[in-house]
């Protein structure tokens, strides 16, 4: 039993993985992007040249191209103005982006400090809650920035009373790279902490007692532990932020426009072709990017080997005698009161007052929504236990093929980074492309042999989730598996064990806090899906918290305000459930 | 011992992905616009009194597509009422379809050569209409008549709709009559009183007095922010309305995405006006809200309908169902009922809305029409310029 386990549970989940991908990903999105390179059966390259000679779009490179002489000219004359005077659309997009994901590494490193290696109580639960941002649908995080940095907002009604100035935010670059930060920053927390928690003390130690100052240890041991991880947030965060779509057109407005904006545009007026090429231009950066953040990735293996199963870090209490250190952790934490709080606490207070003052009428709708909902309208009950489902459904899929993705890709092969970028495209495919695909591939579905084959409904949406989800739980396990000591696993193949025995019973242990890390991503991106979700469901009887949040959303915030906090501490709650039962029940 | 449930769990979770569903694929039965026209038989005639009862045998279903907010909308949306009533005076089952992405979803199915699962479309624009035949090559000359492949709607047979008649002069945009209005309102400024006065020309919004106190929307994201650029090429012309938002751009105007986006911001008073319903008066007097904030105001005394409609799937097999269906909507009661449940106005001039109701939806003196053949042909390109030249600002 344990042998036959061993040699087919590869096999299992090698196809079953391809066999996902390829069903609710890679086919939907190919019937969406073929359409840049064909025209009326034959193959073309001009809606891709159309964009990339354009200056809406590429700004001065477009100059440049068409007549490379006066551009130059002007180069000379004025470098900085030619430069930065016209970006054009997609080298907007990619440079709030950078903004974006330099403000979420410079917010969410000091976390990850604070949280790896300070002790306070409630460590735990706020480690648990840095997930939050992740869930929250784009209208709410709207919601939340407006009544929290608006004119009148809380912060400048708190600046206001200590006799501070107004700052005027809304409807600037500033505030869309805040969003991006308050969606992303949290990511860079996380990993970069999970990292931290994987330094082997007794390492420094012995750094130390070879004369290593504290600084030269840190530097030497710990520093090159967290690049990777640091590299991974960042990366992400500038993928997520160069994507962005919703937050730009609440927050900015039509002026700061994306790629993803246009993309978005495009495909309301069915305009395929521009739209396909717009997408295919978006995903080549973010993939480009990609494979060159893990070629980075895979040349730091090396340094990091000997990972996994140490003796972590001495957490030092937070609240103590003054030091200039914790005086900075007290600045950070205002921060964060204002950035990551604020919003939430915002639109929690939202959800509880009107013009009158203190009111519970936002959840008495919710109450009374769930009793007299008529069949066709959403209930938020059913909402709720559908969210919760699906969650559960897509971490069941999604670790198991994001788990068996990362054992492959640290696999030493030639082009195994390719493999690795190519399993990172769900990530890295505009949403709106995903959705057509989804609604063209999935739902109107694909004849076969006679029949018409479409997939909705339930599983459909878990699937969807799950392809969504496997490359967190892959970028959380890459670094760790990378990182652990060959011959733990080559001395259990030398006893007679099989790859998938070696790697179920020494290897996984030791990355359990990986996979955890991957699992809570899983569930996070599951709860606050929304355009996949919309796009699958047969009906009212499979809508998600998210959908229940847009569709209560009317000329008046308070419901979908309400709706939103329900969907909030329904995911504190589970969070605090799954990470404590992740922590009791692991493997370690 | 939990790792082995894990990973049972896991193949457990492959296997259930295989359900899908499979169907044979129908010989030859989606090319064309199958359903033939009602042959005249006319079911019901709904009257103010609306007590007659269609005599159509056993129980039918009548499937009628949707935008979401028609069902479920957080205050009020007449979905519930409309099918509750037209189920208890018909003999026959009212079913909603609401897909994400409205008729844009039917005009893909159609290009995809899928079957329509709907007999109805409730809630057409006079843009939606000129999507749907720029996009499945249709026009109102050639479409349900004759050799034209695949059309979506089939002219509507008008004499057995009862209070046809009624309908509003000018609210018809479908030489065809493929689409039958059911209810209008205008697009127009809502702005707080206690904050500025009310412009009254498109040149008002440059002066400084109106330096950053407008919102507006993205016109591909939905009516008002469509209507308010087509009212500004109404006023400076094809040629200048471009010029006109640059200039509206430079006192600070901010266009946003969709009304939610806009009205949400407006609401928090991060600016004194926001383009929006005329109807806006209705819904702060129910929510009991300060009128001050609700103010209508139309730039040149005139303002952009915003029409919608009923239209027949080609494909429907209930076309006597279909009409059926129209004459109930268009029927005096209903047509106020539903007014004031989708807070716009009725499109026939025959039903009586409440008085307070009435008094708190302003009325613009002009209405400035676009038609659809000058829509068909400029539509997108007006779009399109505007939306390069605000986002490459």
Not at chain 1, 228 to 251: D, E, H, K, N, R
Not at chain 1, 319 to 344: E, K
Not at chain 2, 92 to 120: C, H, K, M
Request: contains cysteine.
């Amino acid at each position: 039993m344990r042998g036959r386990l061993g040699r087919g549970l590869p096999w299992v989940l090698g196809l079953g993985a391809a066999a996902l991908l390829a069903v609710t990903f890679y086919y939907p999105v190919a019937t969406v992007l073929i359409e840049a390179v064909s025209v009326a059966g034959g193959v073309t390259i001009e809606p891709i040249v159309a964009v990339l000679t354009d200056p809406f779009y590429v700004g001065w490179l477009a100059r440049a191209l068409a007549d490379p002489v006066a551009f130059g000219r002007a180069l000379l004359d004025a470098p900085v103005a030619t430069l930065t005077g016209s970006l054009g659309l997609i080298g907007f997009t990619a440079y709030q982006a950078l903004l974006s994901a330099i403000a979420c590494v410079a917010l969410g490193l000091p976390g990850a400090y604070v949280l790896a290696r300070y002790d306070f109580p409630g460590r735990e639960v706020a480690r648990s809650l840095t997930i939050l941002p992740f869930v929250m649908p784009s209208i709410m995080v709207a919601i939340g920035f407006v009544s929290m940095f608006g004119e009148n907002g809380t912060l400048n009604r708190i600046l206001g009373a200590l006799g501070l100035g107004e700052i005027d935010l809304l409807f600037t670059l500033p505030i869309i790279i805040l969003a991006h930060a308050f969606y992303n920053a949290p990511l860079v927390t996380r990993v970069t902490a999970a990292a931290w928690e994987n330094v082997d003390a007794r390492r420094i130690e012995s750094a130390r007692s070879l004369g290593a100052s504290p600084r030269r240890a840190f530097l030497d041991v710990v520093v090159p532990r967290l690049l990777p991880a640091i590299a991974t947030g960042a990366v992400l965060a500038y993928v997520f932020s160069f994507m962005s779509f919703a937050i730009v057109l609440a927050l900015g407005g039509l002026g700061f426009a994306t790629i993803e904006v246009w993309v978005y545009n495009r495909v309301t007026q069915l305009e395929y072709a521009s739209a396909a090429a717009l997408a295919t231009i978006e995903t080549s950066i973010s993939l480009g990017l990609t494979y060159l953040y893990l070629r980075y990735e895979a040349s730091q293996e090396g340094i990091r080997e000997g990972g996994g199963g140490g003796r972590p870090l001495k957490r030092k209490p937070l609240f103590g005698s003054l030091t200039p250190t914790r005086v900075a952790v007290g600045g950070y934490l205002l921060v964060v009161g204002v950035v990551f709080v604020g919003p939430i606490a915002s639109m929690i207070i939202a959800s509880v007052t009107n013009d009158a003052g203190f009111t519970l009428a936002n959840y008495e709708f919710l109450l009374t929504r769930q009793r007299t909902a008529y069949a066709f309208q959403v209930q938020p009950l059913n909402a709720i236990l559908n969210s919760v489902f699906f969650a559960a459904g897509s971490l069941l899929l999604s670790v198991p093929i994001g788990t068996f993705v990362a054992v492959v890709s640290t696999r030493r092969f030639r082009g195994r980074k390719v493999i690795d970028a190519l399993a990172m495209a769900p990530i890295a495919v505009s949403g709106v492309v995903v959705g057509l695909g989804l609604l063209r591939g999935l739902v109107f579905g694909v004849e076969v042999w006679g029949y018409r084959i479409t997939v909705t409904g339930a599983l459909a949406i878990i699937a969807a989730h799950a392809v969504a989800a496997y490359p967190f739980v892959v970028r959380n396990l890459t670094p760790l598996l990378g990182g652990l000591d060959r011959r733990l696993t080559e001395s259990a193949r030398s006893l007679g064990a099989s790859p998938a025995r070696a790697f179920l019973d020494i290897s996984l242990p030791l990355v359990w806090g990986g996979v955890l890390a991957g699992a809570a991503f899983a569930v996070a991106i599951s709860i606050g899906e929304f355009d996949s979700t919309v796009i699958l469901a047969t009906g009212t009887e499979s809508y998600t918290m998210p959908v229940a949040v847009e569709r209560y959303l009317g000329r008046r915030l308070g419901p979908a305000t309400a709706m939103g906090c329900v969907l909030l501490g329904v995911t504190s709650g589970a969070f605090l459930v799954v990470e404590r039962f992740g922590d009791r029940g692991g493997l370690l | 011992m939990r790792r082995r449930e894990f990973l049972g769990g896991v193949t457990g979770g492959a296997a259930l992905l295989a359900g899908c569903q499979a169907e044979p694929v129908e010989s030859g039965a989606n090319g064309s616009g199958t359903a033939g026209n009602g042959t005249g038989s006319t079911t019901s005639g709904e009257n103010a009194t609306d007590a007659t009862v269609g005599e159509s045998g056993g129980d039918r279903t009548l499937r009628v597509a949707t935008y979401p907010a028609y069902l479920d909308a957080p205050s009020v949306s007449p979905g519930g009422w409309v099918k509750e009533q037209f189920e208890s005076t018909h003999d026959a089952t009212l079913e909603w379809v609401s897909p994400e992405g409205g008729i844009n979803y039917f005009i893909q199915r159609r290009q995809q050569n899928r079957p329509i699962e709907a007999d109805v479309y409730l809630g057409l624009t006079v843009e939606e209409l000129v999507r749907v035949d720029r996009e499945l090559g249709t026009n109102a000359d050639s479409s349900g008549g004759g050799g034209n492949q695949g059309g979506l709607f089939a002219p509507a047979e008008t004499e057995p709709i009862a209070n046809y008649d009624a309908i509003k002069s000018k609210l018809e945009f479908d030489s065809a009559n493929r689409v039958i209005p059911v209810g209008t309102s205008y697009v127009s400024l809502v702005y707080d009183e206690s904050a500025i006065e009310a412009p009254s020309t498109f040149a008002d919004l440059l002066e400084p007095a109106y330096e950053g106190a407008l919102i507006a929307e993205n016109p591909t994201q939905g009516a008002t922010g469509l209507r308010f650029l087509l009212q500004s090429i109404a006023a400076r012309g094809e040629d200048g309305y471009l010029n006109y938002w640059s200039e509206l751009l430079n006192n600070g105007t901010t266009v946003l995405g969709s009304w939610s986006d806009s009205y949400a911001a407006y609401s928090d008073g991060e600016a004194p006006m926001v383009v929006s319903y005329s109807t806006d008066q209705v819904f702060a007097e129910r929510a009991g809200e300060d009128l001050s904030q609700h103010q209508v105001a139309f730039l040149d005394d005139g303002a952009v309908p915003y029409t919608d409609g009923i239209a027949t799937f080609e494909e429907t097999d209930e076309t006597d169902l279909a009409n059926t269906f129209a004459s109930f909507m268009l029927s005096p009661r209903v047509q106020a009922r539903t007014a004031v449940l989708n807070v716009g106005l009725p499109a026939v001039t025959n039903a009586t809305l409440p008085k307070d109701f009435q008094q708190l939806v302003a009325v613009p003196e002009e209405a400035v029409e676009f038609s659809y053949d000058r829509l068909r042909g400029n539509l997108q390109g007006w779009v399109e310029a505007w939306s390069r030249q605000v986002a490459g600002r």
